[in-house]
């Protein structure tokens, strides 16, 4: 059986327009982000099935916050 791996680094100057830019969710108002990622799927590179991926990822963001939480949010997890 075969086997598609991705192995990859994402960086971005401004993570909240490449957020906007995919079409997601503008509430993190962040410039700074990295990713490292490698994943595994069973198949070809277009059979990709978020279920069966394996690996690991790693996201790590700069200096920001999330912004639109509701006030409980914000007091229960301390953010915005």
Do not use: E
Request: aromatic share 4%; charged share 10%.
């Amino acid at each position: 059986s075969k086997m598609t791996q991705l192995t990859g680094t994402l960086s971005t100057n401004n993570l909240s327009q490449a957020l906007k830019s995919l079409g997601l969710s503008g509430n993190m108002d962040a410039k700074q982000a990295s990713s490292q990622f490698k994943l595994t799927w069973p198949g070809a590179p277009w059979q990709m099935k978020i279920s069966a991926l394996q690996g690991s990822a790693n996201l790590n963001i700069g200096a920001g916050k999330i912004t639109g939480l509701s006030q409980s949010a914000d007091a229960s997890v301390g953010l915005g």
